[in-house]
Every structure is written in structure tokens, then in C-alpha cells.
């Protein structure tokens, strides 16, 4: 039976017209550096590890698991999971913090440190910096995801996976980068992210939340282009492989309101119920990825929680986001599911401590949140459960980078052969570090820390080195010890940086070095929301005014 | 049999005048004004909680429990107890984090900004302002403890306990604040802190983390009395009840270092299992009360933990004070207390982040550490286990002030009648909310928190304000909200000021109103070192100089 399947995937790959099943994976150069010092423990680990995803096979009537692949928004570190720290702050999320009962904590898991590039890295393996995509945007913009990055799901769709997006994707407004045409069979997502969908509406305009199109002067307006109506902007769209994306729920001239919002994120949740009842009665195993737009919520006109626990919008949304996760693993218990299927949870990057003192939240173990390369910006609460396989109520503390659940999952499938081979992989395969449930068992121990196409930060073992901007003395660099110093308020350089800082450089330079063999890529480019097939008038009004925007530099 | 105690115990009280069993004890405003509200439960939760301490009593041959009271010094809030928290700083704490799973965490515990009114607090049952301990002394100092106050091993020697004491006292260096002489059978502890003990020796001068006595110009010194030093100071001593003390582990003329410190500390401990074997010979329930001066330690000079995780002085400390709790632990099983015990253990007050650079530790999840009346410095793990009394693997969130344990204890040990009834007692009786392990039977909801005898924050339910300066427009104080802002950064009073500052400053008006019917008192003061018979030379003369000091303001 799995030498079947072996079969058929092979025939499959040869679509993926870069992967060759024997050519090694391309890796980063730190990477080459731990396999010289570790290559006969790794084919030891990698043959039992071999041996235990193929009894899992055998015993699953030849196929591999599925996987239900959670990420959720703008979440802090310790904000899920953990009962003591839930107590300081007065509230409980009790079927994650069960879930984390159930499944292995990895505590020290990096994204990066916004949405899209967590994201990005997720999905191709890659550093978004390498493709263009370290950056995100809120309004229309005609830029995306490249088609030529092999992403998660097509590997998982070629080795024969049903595949099934909802929720956020937020990884371009343009054809090309969208789920249906990225190896998903069906998806439902908005086409922006939630700083359009919760707050750039006339709600959070008329809370004061945001600066927008019906706040300003218009005597003095001469730009009608310059603060864009979000209810102009495509907001949700559904479609399925190969079929043009249709937007839906809402009519032309419909206002976008926080009412519509919430009934969104309530339709995606309904949604995913429903993917894993169609996807439970095929015979494929699936991959189904629910990216809610929850906790982070910031408007208070549709806001019902008063006598939630403590108040405060991002408790209430988070206490919302843990009964729906209630309500998924109670679903996959009834669908007889939850033995053969891998839940992945995990938070896509730090608190957004912009809204901190009207969240009523904000950053605790480590200091920062979105879009900072500290630790709170970066280091997020992430689970992984598989009965059976990986150890319940276990906590695996290696270094984990967002990037690596795309090797590690597609291991999981039996898909390593599907993966690219003419392009760096930054993905490290961590099957080891949670099959063994050992933290010795890990083969990452750097991180390179872009803010958008910026080295920030470089990260080996518990050391920091903070990149000193360019024309600074690199001498007075800030270099930290995140064991000693969660929050990096103590540069130690005084004390280690003889040594430290220099070698740490060494990393990031080879990393750069290697970039010349590698040479990095730009996102794709288009004309926003081409391939919708229900463009709201005022929508293709909206995508006029950013052509005469894009014009206005060419002429 | 437990009426022949109760007689017993009431004979003894006549000794304690201040006591009568049937007047209500005095407690302070906030007090009274939550027991208008829920007088008709509390009685109903008292009759309870009498019924489950009888029953435990006449399951245990008519006794009260024993109780062991480990308070640990300087550590900061979740360094113990929580794994997950335990991989973010890459150590590990196995024996106290299975102490937590087999108890119950306080996870709203606050103590004193510092040691010496922590413990004073905890003695007391009152607030260390009330009678001028709120501050501390490093050296000679010639004040401490009034031995007028009725401290817990008093009311328990009466209540028919064997109690004993062993390490660090820190409430005084005169004879009427030692612990021999209020209520302890036996006691063996330094006269000073670990201040004095792990860093101003010669080890800490030769490495430059504390100035001191050998590190300067001779040649411009006129003042030899200005820098003390700190091995003619009295270090540990020794005493029974009625008994001169003597001081042990130093002659003549020897220096003290950092390696006489480890092998104090290794004393304490080694005498914290003979105490729990002697007294478990006994007939008497007991109460053993062992004091750490661990985790903190700021010398490398003995330092051998090099192979440690991932080094840093205080995580040393810290495995250690993990493995010495284990023994403690394994050896009440062996002598078949651990049914019967209850176990405190809690820290003394948050983190010394005056020592973070060097110590390899910070603050994580709370703002400041010692000596700060921000939460971080205030805020401490605290557990209590008592086998089938209160919930094993529990959290009770409720607000708890370390003074709550002395009324509590007293309580669990059947001797209430025993506190006096001439004084406001701060502390507040919260045993209904740890039997029935429900934060919702709290009696605690507000807190003056003083440094030394200023009161900095007022907290009250989640909210908290800071006390604007003298001459400083209250206006502006800065108000918190602790479930929402655990770091106190984001202060709320434009929100929420509106009402809430102004009826947080009467909870503080309250308080003190109360002092005019109760007014404060000063700390007891005397001749340094009288009655210790065996004074070493040096120690005389640093006597004599303290005293031309002190006679120095009277000429």
C-alpha cells in the first residue's frame, strides 16, 4: 500500500518540474555547518524517523496524516495555553490551554515579525526578504506572492492531499498569489487583511480608531485618491482551483461596517466546520488551513463582551477565538479525526502594541510586538498535536523558525521529494526535534531577523546580536543573552562581545555571501483584483484611481 | 480530644494579654466595608471551613497540621513553577514545579517591596509602616522587631506547636527581634542579610561588585569607622529559647568570604533536615519556618557551575535552591509528614534588578523588581500544599498580601483566639478561599502599598494608582489596570479616571483616618549584639564605633 502511493507521488512530481527525489534540499550556509558536525546522528534520527512515519502510514490504510494548519492573528506571547499566566490576567482559554495538554509546546518558535512575511515563510519555506515579500499593505496595491514559489499546499496537493484555505491570506491583491492558484482545490478569504476589515471602516472612523475617508475637511481636499473608501476594496472572495474568485456578501454600494466584519470571521469559523465534514467523507488525506483574523479586533460598535472576564477587546476576541477552537477539535472528536490529524497552532507574530491601551493588552515576557525585531515581535505561542506520534503536555524548547513547519509537514506526508531543488530553502525539517520530543534533537540554532528586507537581528543559540544601522560603530553593537534577559534591556557586549559579536556577524555575513549564488527575487506584480468576476462598481472605480497613481510616476 | 486542645490552648492564651477569644479581631477600613456586604457568607464559609479543620484534626490523632514555611529570597515572579516559563530562560526547576502540581498556586500574591517588611508582614500579620520596619539595615544598625508585636511562632508556641527557625531573620540586630526570644524554640540564622553575607566580603570587593572596606585610597582616609567591615560583623548564630545566642563558623580574626557563605548556606539546609527529624520525634505539632538566603548570590569566587544551564549566577542559585527543596521534600515523605504538613513556599519580594547585569537574570513578565512598588517588585510565586485540604494543581487567583498567611495559618492551626485584640491586624483570614479553592471566596480585594512608610499604589480589585508625590497635581497620578497592562505602561486615567482615581484615593483616606485610632509606633532600638555571649574582639570595636556614631548627634 505505500509503495502505491510512493508511486503515484513520483509521477506527480514530475510536475513540480524542480524537484528531483535524490538531489538534495539547498539550504543556507549555517545549515551545512551543524550537518558537517552532525550528519551520522541526523541518518540515524532520519531512518527511525522514516520508520515511525511509515508504521503512522500503515496503520492510517496507507496514507499519511492530514493536517489542520491554525494561524492565528497578532497574538502575544503566553497569551494562550498557559494557566498561571492566563490568571494575571483574568481570564481563561480553556480549549487551547487543553489543546496544549494534548499536544507539545514549542517554545521557542520565531515568525517573522509581521503578517504577511510570517506567512510568506510558512507557506514557501523561504524568507520572504529572498522573494520580495517582507512588506506588507493595507489598501490596493497591485503586488503579491510570485507563482513560481512552490508553496505548502502545492507540494501537499501533488502527493495527492485534498487542500482547503479559509480565512486571512493576505499575501497580494493580484491573481497570481491567491490560494485557488496555489495548489489549494477550494478557498474562502478575504482579499486584504484586518486592518481593513476591523478598523478602516466607518466605524473605526467614527470611533477614532483610524484616520480615514470621512474624518477629514473637505473644503480643503483636492485628492479625492489620497484616504481610499475600504468599502470600495474587494473585501471577501470564494473559489475553487482553476474557476474565477467571486466576491461575496457584500452588494454595490454596501457600506463595510464592523457589523459585517464580525459576521465575516463568524462565516469563516462556519466554514471551516464545514471543510472538515467535506473533506472528512473523501478518501484523500487533507490539508486544511484556517487562518482566522481573530484575537486582534479594535472597534467597540459591535462589541457584546462587557461581562467577559475583565473586559478589554482582545480578551473578549481571544475568549471568542478559544471557544471556536472548542469548537474544531470537538468537531474533529465527532468526525473520528483527531487520531490521524496534525493540528498545528500557532500565532503568526507578536501583539500589536499600537493598540495596546485601547486593546486593553499589552506585552509581557518579552519586550516589543508586531513589527519589531525583539522578541515580542517574534516569538509566538505555537502547538503541534498528533496522538501517538508527538508527546502530550511536552514542551520542546530548540529554536523553531516559522519556515520550518514547511519541511517539517511535508516530511509529515511523505512528500520531502516534491520539494524544490534550484532554489534556497530556509526551512529546516524539525521531524526529529518532535517525533523525539528532545530539544537535542533540533537543526536550527540561528535565525537571521529581517524587518522587511533588512537584517535586524542575528540570533544563534540563547545570543542576540541587535545589527547596528548602517554608519554606526559595529563595536557598540547591542549583543543579548535572551536566557538571562527575556526583554533585552542588558546588553552584555562588555562582558562577552570580545568573542560574540564578531562571530555572529560571520553569520549573517554568510548568509548575505550565499545570496550571490541565490540572488534574492521582487514579488509579482499586476493589476489588482484581475480574475474577480463580480467587481462592485465602485470597486473598479477604486482600481482606476490606483492606476492613475501607478501612471503618475511613468510619465 | 480536640476539646482538651481548645482548653489547653485557652489556659495558654491568658499569658498573651492582649487576647480575648470572643472579641472580633481589629482589621483595617476596606475590611470592614466587604464584610457589610457579605457577612451572611462568610459565616456560612467560617462554619464550613471549622467543619473540614475539625475533621482534619480528628483524622490526624487530634492535632492541628504541621506547618513548614519556606520563604526564599529575592526571586522574580515565575522564575519558579511554570515549565513553559522555565524553557523561555532555558533551566529547569523539577522539584519545586512538582511541588506546584501537588499544590496550590497564589497567583495573585503580594508581598513587601523588600525582605526585612516582608517578613515582618508575614510575622506580624501587620503592615511593617504600622511599626517603623519598613525599611532594612545592612550593617550595625541597632534597631529591629518590637518584641511587643505577637508574631505567628508566638501564637502557635502557645497554641502548643515546637517551632523553629532556621535562616535568614533579617528583622534586626538587637536582642528583642531575635526569633529565640518571640516564640521559636530554637533558632539558627545570620544576624544580617545577604548583602552582607554573599557580597561585601573580600571576595565580593576583589571583584569589584560592591564597594567596601579594601578598595580604596588609604592615603586620604580619616574615617575608619565609614567602611565597615563586614567580618567583624556578627554572621550566624545560634540559640534556644531562653538561651543566650552564639555566634558559630567564625574565630578571632578570620575573614568571611564567599566560600564561608555557601557553607552557611549549606548549614541552614543541613540543619532545615535535622529540624524536620527532631521534630518529628516529637508529640507536639510543629511549625518549622526555613528562610533561604539563596537564590541570590553576586560572587564568582565559588562558583562551580559552569556545566549548569545556560550559566548566570542566579540560575545556579536558583538549581540549587531547586535540589535542596527536593531533599526537603523527599525527607518529609520519608518521615511520613507530607500528609500532614502544610507547605508554604513563597518568594519574599521580586527580583533584584539592581543585580541583572551581573546575576545573568531580569525581570520577565512584571515591571521592576525589589524595592520598586510596581508590580514586579511586589508581586511573587507563592504555593501552599496541604494533601486533600486544598487542591492539588490548583490556581487561586484572589488577591493575597503576604500578612494574609499569619491569620490563615493561625487559623488552619485552630489558634485565632491567640491574636491579639489591642491592634489593627492588616492580615486578613483567607482560609475559606484556599479550602474550597475559589478566588470568588477571597476576602482580600485592595492594598496600600508603602515603601518604607510612604504609601506609593493603592490597588484595589485590578485597578491601581499610583500615589502622586507630595506637590505633584493628582489629576496626573497614573492609574493601572493590572489584567490589561501587567507591565503598568499604559496608564488609563483618561479613560477611566473619571471616577475611579478619586474613590481610590479613599481607600488610602480610609487607612489612614484609621491611623488616628491606631497610630504607628517606632521599631524597637538597642545596643547591637547584646546577648551574644561569645562577641568576637573586632566585633566589640565595631560595636564602639557605631556607638561614638550614634553619640556622635547627641553632643
Given amino acids: 500500500m505505500r509503495r502505491e502511493i510512493i508511486l ?36 540515524e534520527d532520519d531512518a527511525a524517523v522514516d520508520q515511525m512515519l511509515a508504521d503512522f502510514r500503515e496503520q492510517n490504510d496507507g496514507k499519511p496524516p492530514n493536517i489542520l494548519n491554525i494561524l492565528i492573528d ?39 515579525p509581521s503578517c504577511t512575511p510570517t506567512r510568506v515563510a510558512q507557506m514557501t519555506g523561504r524568507f520572504p526578504a529572498r522573494q520580495g515579500m517582507g512588506d506588507t499593505a493595507v489598501d490596493i496595491a497591485g503586488f503579491g506572492l510570485r507563482g513560481d514559489e512552490v508553496i505548502l499546499p502545492e507540494v501537499l496537493s501533488e502527493a495527492g492531499y485534498a487542500t482547503r484555505h479559509v480565512g486571512k491570506w493576505h499575501m497580494g491583491d493580484i491573481e497570481q498569489s491567491w490560494p485557488q492558484n496555489n495548489g489549494f482545490d477550494w478557498a474562502a478569504f478575504p482579499i486584504h487583511q484586518q486592518g481593513q476589515l476591523s478598523i ?23 485628492d479625492a485618491f489620497f484616504r481610499p473608501d475600504s468599502s470600495t476594496m474587494v473585501t471577501g472572495v470564494e473559489a475553487a482551483k482553476g474557476e474565477k474568485a467571486r466576491e461575496v456578501h457584500m ?7 464592523a457589523k459585517k466584519y464580525d459576521e465575516m470571521n463568524q462565516r469563516y469559523q462556519d466554514q471551516t466546520i464545514e471543510s472538515l465534514n467535506v473533506l472528512a467523507k473523501g478518501d484523500k488525506p487533507f490539508f486544511l488551513q484556517y487562518w482566522p483574523l481573530l484575537p486582534l479586533h479594535n472597534t467597540r460598535s459591535t462589541r457584546d ?66 513589527a519589531d525585531t525583539t522578541e515580542g515581535g517574534i ?24 519556515s520550518d513547519m514547511y519541511q517539517t509537514l511535508i516530511r509529515f506526508a511523505g512528500a520531502t521529494h516534491l520539494i524544490p531543488r534550484d532554489r534556497i530553502i530556509d526551512s529546516i525539517d524539525q521531524s526529529a526535534s518532535l517525533l523525539f520530543a528532545d530539544a537535542g534533537k533540533g537543526r ?12 535586524e537581528a542575528i540570533i544563534k543559540d ?8 548602517k554608519g554606526e560603530n559595529p563595536i557598540g553593537a547591542k549583543f543579548y543573552n535572551l536566557y538571562w534577559d527575556t526583554r533585552e534591556e542588558y546588553p552584555i557586549s562588555t562582558e562577552v562581545g570580545a568573542w560574540g559579536g564578531q562571530e555572529m556577524v560571520r553569520v549573517l555575513g554568510r548568509h548575505l555571501a550565499r545570496k550571490q549564488l541565490y540572488p534574492d527575487v521582487e514579488h509579482a506584480t499586476g493589476i489588482p483584483y484581475e480574475g474577480i468576476e463580480n467587481l462592485r462598481p465602485e470597486t473598479i472605480k477604486a482600481v482606476d484611481a490606483w492606476k492613475i497613481k501607478r501612471a503618475a510616476v511613468q510619465k
Same sequence: chains 1, 2.
Avoid at 540563547?462 to 544601522?469: A, M, W
Fill in 379 to 402: 516569538r509566538v505561542d505555537a502547538f503541534i498535536r498528533w496522538p501517538g506520534m508527538i508527546k502530550a503536555d511536552g514542551i520542546v524548547n530548540n529554536m523553531f523558525h516559522v
Fill in 200 to 222: 478602516f471602516n466607518d466605524d473605526g472612523i467614527k470611533e477614532g480608531v483610524v484616520v480615514g475617508n470621512r474624518d477629514h475637511d473637505a473644503k480643503y481636499m483636492l
Fill in 444 to 455: 536550527r540554532d540561528s535565525l537571521i531577523v529581517y524587518s522587511d528586507v533588512v537584517p
Fill in 305 to 370: 463582551g462587557y461581562d467577559s472576564a475583565n473586559g478589554g477587546l482582545y480578551v473578549e476576541k481571544m475568549q471568542q477565538l478559544d471557544a471556536w477552537m472548542g469548537e474544531i477539535f470537538a468537531e474533529l472528536d465527532k468526525l473520528g479525526l483527531a487520531e490521524n490529524t496534525i493540528v498545528l497552532f500557532s500565532g503568526d507574530n507578536g501583539h500589536f502594541t499600537k493598540y495596546s491601551p485601547q486593546s486593553g493588552f499589552s506585552a509581557m515576557i518579552f519586550r516589543g510586538g508586531k
Fill in 462 to 469: 540563547q545570543l542576540k546580536l541587535k545589527v547596528p544601522p
Fill in 251 to 257: 452588494e454595490a454600494g454596501e457600506r463595510w461596517t
Fill in 74 to 112: 497578532d497574538v502575544g506571547f503566553g497569551d494562550l495555553g498557559i494557566p498561571e499566566l492566563n490568571a494575571i490576567r483574568g481570564y481563561e482559554t480553556p480549549n487551547i490551554n487543553q489543546f496544549s495538554d494534548e499536544g507539545m509546546r514549542m517554545s521557542r518558535f520565531y515568525t517573522e
Fill in 8 to 43: 503515484s507521488l513520483a509521477i506527480s512530481a514530475a510536475a513540480l518540474g524542480a524537484a528531483a527525489e535524490d538531489a538534495p534540499i539547498i539550504q543556507d550556509a549555517e545549515f551545512y555547518i551543524l550537518q558537517a558536525q552532525h550528519a551520522e546522528q541526523w541518518a
